[in-house]
Nanobody, 122 residues
Framework: QVQLVESGGGLVQAGGSLRLSCVAS????????MGWFRQAPGKEREFVAG????????YYADSVKGRFTISRDNAKNTVYLQMNSLKPEDTGVYYC???????????????WGQGTQVTVSS
């Protein structure tokens, strides 16, 4: 069993930055590829970014490429999402998930955090 806890969300103006964190319990974290997803009101959950278990490979949605950076620190059981140049359309609840069998497909993940709200004002 893996528990995931996100933090770092908040209200920010367009063009601003936020850094999300996801802390995982369990000794198997370092063997999991991880993903970040988001869900806006009335919309389906969508893939944002993914990272391989050693952090050597990363994946991004086209909508965030060049603005967001995913990283991880296995010694701290933590995965991060640095979000720069935020836009109002980035607003939503952000979730981390594990393990990433198929990064872009939410149904392929077994464990989810409770989510953290990100609101970007124009």
């Amino acid at each position: 069993q893996v528990q995931l806890v996100e933090s770092g969300g908040g209200l920010v103006q367009a063009g601003g930055s936020l850094r999300l964190s996801c802390v995982a319990s369990g000794r198997t974290f370092s063997s999991y590829s991880m993903g970040w997803f988001r869900q806006a009101p009335g919309k389906e959950r969508e893939f944002v970014a993914g990272i391989s278990w050693r952090g050597a490979t990363t994946y991004y949605a086209d909508s965030v490429k060049g603005r967001f950076t995913i990283s991880r620190d296995n010694a701290k059981n933590t995965v991060y999402l640095q979000m720069n140049s935020l836009k109002p359309e980035d607003t939503g609840v952000y979730y981390c998930a594990a393990p990433a069998l198929t990064y872009r497909i939410p149904e392929s993940y077994d464990y989810w955090g409770q989510g953290t709200q990100v609101t970007v004002s124009s």
